[in-house]
């Protein structure tokens, strides 16, 4: 059951410790509440002691008419992808990685999300990358993937609460807690953390901002992405006033882009620039 409220919901620790109580998701002035079966009774409390917040509606769907489909093992890049309830027998080679959306949106079969782990396998597969900055890491696939390359040091942040609880999950699912640290944090505060690789798939609002600070020209490499079209071009734009060299543009799908970029002062002569996707004066061949 999903509780859907306009505003910022507060819960007390009795609703929150209850078993049906599955998570809280806020976002932009919004809220949702998910519990494992109907609960008139938590529900009737949760209005009245939020008296501020409107209460919108009440969806009784599958865990799958929330995600949109079944989560099953898959392959992108280097990585074997799967949840828990579903070990593959045979790996095939591939980096296995073990990853439980929980109620967080993000099963790892968004576009982005697979150009962004391509992209963390060629990096790691160049050049050392001992420490990465995921900054919002929603269930922390692409934090896991730069653990599974080898990564000795990696940072996940998220604004939202819920997402770090997930992605803390998915971090002892896979024994890395020694590799990663999961954190709540707004974006923009996290910027000036050192790193070797930053990667950030993340609203385009939060990665004006990140492109703002003066740290963010710093980092030897950046994975940007979750663009549409026009805000691509317009990140192509920041990463060229910044003297950044695109070494890399992606769009398979035409909709969703993505960037591999560093500093200019920083690209080898011998670096190849490539772009697999469009983007109207700005994409760089």
Known sequence: MI???????????????????????????TSFVFFSQPVPDL????????????????????????????????????????PPWEVP???????????????VFGTGLH???????DLICRVCA?????????????TGLLALGAAAMGCDRVLACDFNLLAVKTTKKNIAL???????????????????????LLVANIHYDIMRQLLDSPEFVKKPRVILSGLLR????DVAAALEKKQM???????????????????????????????TGSISGTAKE
């Open 245 to 275: 060299t695109i070494l890399e543009h992606r769009s398979p799908d035409g909709i969703w882009h993505t960037f591999l970029a560093r500093p200019r002062a920083d690209r080898p002569k011998h670096a190849p620039v490539r772009s």
């Open 3 to 29: 509780h859907y409220f306009e505003g910022m919901l507060s819960l007390d620790t009795d609703i929150s410790s209850d078993p049906r109580f599955l998570g809280l998701w806020q976002e932009q002035g």
């Open 89 to 103: 027998e045979h790996i095939h080679g591939k980096r296995p990685v073990m990853m439980d959306p929980g109620v």
């Open 174 to 196: 896979n024994h890395w807690d020694d590799r990663i640290l999961a954190f709540q944090a707004r974006g923009e505060t996290t910027v000036d953390l050192p790193c070797d």
């Open 111 to 117: 576009p982005t999300t697979h150009d962004c782990l």
């Open 43 to 82: 529900a009737d409390r949760i209005k009245t002691d939020n008296p501020g917040v409107e209460f919108k509606d009440v969806y009784d769907m599958t865990w799958e008419q929330w995600h949109g489909d079944a989560v099953h093992p898959y392959d992108v890049a280097d990585f074997c992808i799967f």
């Open 126 to 138: 160049c050049e050392p990358v001992h420490t990465v900055l995921d900054i919002g890491t929603g």
């Open 230 to 233: 026009s805000e691509a071009r």
